[in-house]
């Protein structure tokens, strides 16, 4: 359940992103940056951090460009290319996630 409501999040940010805010700015990596160290603070271990990171991630780099697509070629021809940097995204996401859940563990002391 958490990692589907890591991906919807992912999804509507990188949605919003490409259409209504901070379309074709730099400045969008800002809230991206913020929610991927939210989703490894919220995560409850090492693995589970990482796996929340990864998936919002890819579907966050998926979303955004599909939805921000205005080419001349079909869509489906441009779907692989969206996989591959989107792997790219989970791979970020990955490192977000767990450096949300180094920095809860740094700043909360059990």
Do not use: D
Not at 37 to 49: H, I, P, Q, T, Y
């Amino acid at each position: 359940m958490r990692f589907l409501i890591v991906g919807i999040l992912g999804a509507l940010l990188g949605v919003i992103n490409s259409r209504f805010i901070f379309v074709e700015s730099g400045i969008s990596l800002i809230p991206w940056g913020i929610l991927g160290l939210f989703v490894g603070w919220m995560a409850r271990s090492k693995k589970e951090a990482l796996l929340s990171g990864i998936v919002y991630g890819f579907v966050l780099s998926f979303a955004f460009m599909a939805s921000g697509y205005t080419g001349s070629a079909p869509f489906v021809t441009r779907i692989p290319f969206f996989t591959i940097l989107g792997l790219f995204g989970a791979l970020c996401g990955a490192i977000l996630g767990i450096v949300g859940l180094l920095l809860k563990n740094l700043l909360i002391k059990k």
